[in-house]
């Protein structure tokens, strides 16, 4: 067994990033998920650059604009399916939205909303921000791995003591799987479903957490535009609900006329995997050393390269130590 061998757990954005980053810094590195990436919750996610639902608000800042910079490169190759993506985010009625985030002190253009950008009587924030079309994300992530010479395994794993003994490294980029495979009660699922449609011209998204009706999302991506959507904390049903996919697009046509009438091309529902903070650390596990990267919520996109690059430093620290 090679030194710097490494297994990685999970094939979604965050165990296809981990596995390149590791790769790349010489690790030979296999992929074991139990589902290959277009059956991944990544392959649902609108994929807007934007730390949603997630902690530590520091580490998060970090990696996040670790990935920013990786992504606003990325959007320079259209093959990435990335792009960089003007749009307004509305804010409850009662903020002051010159109290900006701490996350947008490395977006450049992030300002207040002008009053002819919002709807009467709101206020928000407008910025540009990387957006990937999932589907093309990450075939070309799993490419990229593959043209490194990664290999990757459709087969779950039932326990990290299984494959304890054939890898000195194992990652856990389980995300939800971690529940039972690190036993960490701390996980849940957070429930997001979306309707995808054909694109009627559109180039900027919105946000609104704070809709009256329910959490809206317009995200369009070239061809498609991701309307959403749902975060409904402990339920693991992933069948679309026709009422809910109704009134995700009633909510989306009120704000953009622009999407009556357009063609629905799929219904999609995926399991955010959702714990208080990101677990990012290592541990010793039966003579192998275990990464934990995982529990990402729905900002696992946006994550994806700071947390990698986190799993690198440590993968070397082991190797050393």
């Known amino acids: 067994m ?6 990685v757990i999970g094939a979604g954005v965050i165990g296809l990033t981990t596995a390149v980053r590791l790769r790349e810094a010489g690790w030979r590195v296999r992929i074991r998920a139990a589902a290959p ?23 998060v800042a970090a990696w996040g604009e670790r990935s920013y910079e990786v992504f606003r490169h990325l959007a320079a190759n259209a093959a990435t399916g990335v792009r960089m993506t003007h749009g307004i985010e509305l804010l409850p009625l ?38 990937a079309d999932t589907g093309a994300y990450l075939r070309w992530l799993a490419a990229r791995f593959a043209e490194h010479g990664g290999e990757v395994e459709i087969a779950r794993v039932a326990s990290l003591a299984e494959v304890a003994g054939e890898f000195p490294l194992i990652v856990n980029c389980a995300g939800l799987g971690a529940r039972e495979l690190a036993g960490d009660g701390a996980m849940r699922p957070v429930r997001g479903q979306i309707v995808r449609v054909e694109n009627p ?5 919105w946000l609104d957490e704070h809709h009256p009706d329910g959490l809206l999302y317009i995200i369009p991506r070239g061809g498609d535009v991701v309307l959403g959507g749902t975060a409904d904390e402990g339920k693991e049903d992933t069948e679309p609900d026709a009422a809910v996919a109704e009134a995700i697009v009633r909510r989306a046509v009120a ?8 063609r629905v091309l799929e ?3 995926g399991l955010r995997p959702w714990r208080p ?12 050393t ?24 440590l993968a070397g620290a082991a190797a050393e130590g």
Do not use: K, M
Not at 2 to 7: G, K, Q, T, V
Not at 114 to 127: I, L, M
Not at 201 to 205: D, S
């Open 2 to 7: 090679a030194e710097r061998e490494a297994l």
């Open 37 to 59: 990436p277009e059956r991944t919750t990544s392959a649902v996610a609108a994929a807007l650059w934007y730390p949603y639902r997630v902690g530590p608000d520091a580490l």
């Open 94 to 131: 009662d903020a002051d939205p010159r109290d900006f985030p701490e996350w947008a002190a490395h977006i450049p253009d992030f300002r207040v909303a002008r009053a002819n950008e919002v709807p009467d009587g709101r206020v928000g924030w407008a910025f540009t921000v990387p957006v």
């Open 201 to 205: 011209g559109l180039g900027e998204f």
């Open 255 to 262: 704000v953009t006329p622009a999407l009556a009438g357009a």
């Open 267 to 269: 219904h999609r529902v």
């Open 277 to 288: 903070e990101v677990r990012l650390e290592a541990e010793p596990a039966g003579g192998a």
């Open 290 to 313: 275990v990464i934990h990267n995982y529990g990402h919520g729905g900002a696992g996109v946006t994550l994806s390269w700071g947390c990698a690059e986190q799993v690198v430093r």
